[in-house]
């Protein structure tokens, strides 16, 4: 009796334990066509700007490229978030890649029949961007639909692997495939997008309640200032204004570090290539960080975690500047972006788990969209400065403005004795 007694309470305890995550069908069929939507995403960043210098020989349209995809994406970044929040995501997210499938192929017919335009092309980026802002902040709320919140930093740092991944292949398989044939990296794409969409089909996952009108906010979900709900959200706590100011000085800061160490290598005689390999080391740093996800968090509080990474970045800004040198960027790189996989899953267990569902996608798109602000702001002020200066000042100058950033933080209490939620 005693014997039958423990083998039922062994195998309910066994019933009620999660599937592990390899075995999660669900998320990792959802996780590779993530990896397929960012790889696609990745090489079109290289291969559209190198398409239109071609076509061109202007670089200021080459630049245009990426210009009007970041416009569309905070453009309507928020609204994103306000309709994955009232309408079913699977569908959003299956009409986003449907979407960014048809661009793709767009682009492959004209060039078929020799009639791609620098406005098809531009208008092929403002698509891009706009499936970003409204796919976005529905495959991160996917992902975490489908797996238990035992298992959701296993996850994450899982997914860290992705975007790191996909940002060290991308590039170079973009360059790489345009010199095969103009169309090739653009069908590329497509098949990427293609993959993505499959796999947004193959899996069912929740959406918010729907009530009878189609919304999720009541009266139609279409309350005033519904839109700006997330934003709202975000200031009115203090503990997620500093972790979004400490994030965004660090984006703003390192926007503005690449360009002024790709002109210090410049000047200092390095090729192209080496430029490249030289600013890899962002996504092997971000690769080597993403297995020390859990062990960090166990080690640090949210708090001292996030300085500390943010601390950390200071002294990798001064190292190219007093040396220079494409190894010592590499490695400068690779340092900084050790800890930014931990912080990006800590973000994600301070805001977005703590919200509830019916205003998480608002969330979500309102704290990328504060995010992305600071690098083309970034990437605009090191480009003043550069009129002006040479490299290696404005390096030790963006060290210096970076620290002084992360002193009212540092010094503030809304960090201090911050705790990981149960």
Same mark, same amino acid.
């Given at each position: 009796?005693?014997? /039958?007694?423990?083998?039922?309470?062994?195998?309910?305890? /066994?019933?009620?334990?999660?599937?592990?995550?390899?075995?999660?069908?669900?998320?990792?069929?959802?996780?590779?066509?993530?990896? &397929?939507? %960012?790889?696609?995403?990745?090489?079109?960043?290289?291969?559209?700007?190198?398409?239109?210098?071609? %076509?061109?020989?202007?670089?200021?349209?080459?630049?245009?490229?990426?210009?009007?995809?970041? *416009?569309?994406?905070?453009?309507?970044?928020?609204?994103?978030?306000?309709? $994955?929040?009232?309408?079913?995501?699977?569908?959003?997210?299956?009409?986003?890649? *449907?979407?960014?499938?048809?661009?793709?192929?767009?682009?492959? *017919?004209?060039?078929?029949?020799?009639?791609?335009?620098?406005?098809?092309?531009?208008?092929?980026?403002?698509?891009?961007?706009?499936?970003?802002?409204?796919? +976005?902040?529905?495959?991160?709320?996917?992902?975490?639909?489908?797996?238990? !919140?035992?298992?959701?930093?296993?996850?994450?740092?899982? /997914?860290?692997?992705?975007?790191? +991944?996909? #940002?060290?292949?991308?590039?170079?398989?973009?360059?790489?495939?345009?010199?095969?044939?103009?169309?090739?990296?653009?069908?590329?794409?497509?098949?990427?997008?293609?993959?993505?969409?499959? =796999?947004?089909?193959?899996?069912?996952?929740?959406?918010? =309640?729907?009530?009878? /009108?189609?919304?999720?906010?009541?009266?139609?979900?279409?309350?005033?200032?519904?839109?700006?709900?997330?934003?709202?959200?975000?200031? &009115?706590?203090?503990?997620?204004?500093?972790?979004?100011?400490?994030?965004?000085?660090?984006?703003? !800061?390192?926007?503005? %570090?690449?360009?002024?160490?790709?002109?210090?290598?410049?000047?200092?005689?390095? &090729?192209?290539?080496?430029?490249?390999?030289?600013? *890899?080391?962002?996504?092997?740093? +971000?690769?080597?960080?993403?297995?020390?996800?859990?062990?960090?968090?166990?080690?640090? $509080?949210?708090?001292?975690?996030?300085?500390?990474?943010?601390?950390?970045?200071?002294?990798?800004?001064?190292?190219? $500047?007093?040396?220079?040198?494409?190894?010592?960027?590499?490695?400068?790189?690779?340092?900084?972006?050790?800890?930014?996989?931990?912080?990006?899953? %800590?973000?994600?267990?301070?805001?977005?788990?703590?919200?509830?569902?019916?205003?998480?996608?608002?969330?979500?798109? #309102?704290?990328?969209?504060?995010?992305?602000?600071?690098?083309?702001?970034?990437?605009?002020?090191?480009?003043?400065?550069?009129?002006?200066?040479?490299?290696?000042?404005?390096?030790?100058?963006? #060290?210096?403005?970076?620290?002084?950033?992360?002193?009212?933080?540092?010094? +503030?209490?809304?960090?201090?004795?911050?705790?990981?939620?149960?």
């Amino acid at each position: 009796m005693t014997t /039958d007694l423990g083998t039922a309470a062994r195998a309910q305890a /066994d019933a009620q334990q999660p599937v592990p995550l390899r075995r999660n069908w669900r998320f990792q069929v959802l996780w590779g066509g993530a990896a &397929s939507a %960012m790889l696609g995403t990745c090489l079109a960043d290289t291969a559209y700007p190198l398409l239109l210098l071609a %076509m061109t020989g202007s670089p200021a349209l080459a630049g245009a490229f990426g210009a009007v995809q970041f *416009a569309a994406s905070a453009v309507f970044g928020l609204h994103g978030g306000a309709v $994955a929040d009232r309408h079913d995501r699977r569908r959003i997210l299956l009409a986003a890649d *449907a979407v960014r499938l048809l661009a793709a192929l767009s682009v492959v *017919a004209a060039l078929a029949l020799h009639r791609l335009t620098v406005p098809h092309t531009l208008l092929v980026a403002a698509v891009l961007g706009a499936t970003m802002a409204y796919g +976005g902040p529905v495959r991160m709320l996917a992902i975490r639909a489908v797996v238990p !919140a035992v298992q959701l930093r296993q996850a994450l740092a899982q /997914d860290e692997l992705r975007v790191n +991944g996909a #940002a060290l292949i991308g590039p170079p398989l973009g360059g790489f495939l345009l010199g095969l044939g103009t169309a090739v990296p653009f069908l590329t794409t497509a098949v990427t997008s293609l993959l993505a969409l499959s =796999a947004s089909w193959a899996v069912r996952f929740e959406s918010p =309640a729907q009530n009878a /009108d189609g919304g999720a906010d009541g009266e139609g979900g279409e309350q005033r200032g519904a839109v700006l709900e997330g934003v709202r959200y975000l200031l &009115s706590k203090k503990l997620l204004r500093s972790t979004l100011l400490v994030t965004l000085a660090m984006n703003l !800061a390192g926007s503005a %570090m690449l360009l002024a160490v790709m002109v210090r290598l410049r000047d200092g005689g390095t &090729s192209t290539g080496g430029i490249g390999l030289a600013l *890899a080391g962002e996504a092997v740093g +971000g690769l080597l960080g993403a297995p020390l996800v859990t062990r960090l968090h166990k080690r640090l $509080a949210p708090g001292a975690l996030l300085l500390v990474v943010a601390w950390s970045a200071v002294p990798m800004f001064l190292l190219p $500047a007093l040396l220079g040198g494409p190894v010592v960027v590499f490695c400068s790189l690779a340092v900084m972006m050790l800890g930014v996989p931990a912080l990006r899953v %800590m973000v994600d267990v301070l805001i977005f788990q703590q919200v509830p569902d019916e205003l998480r996608g608002r969330v979500i798109a #309102a704290t990328m969209t504060l995010l992305m602000v600071g690098m083309p702001i970034g990437t605009f002020v090191s480009g003043l400065l550069l009129d002006r200066f040479a490299a290696g000042p404005v390096l030790v100058a963006l #060290a210096a403005l970076l620290g002084l950033g992360l002193l009212p933080s540092t010094l +503030g209490r809304s960090l201090r004795g911050t705790s990981w939620p149960a």
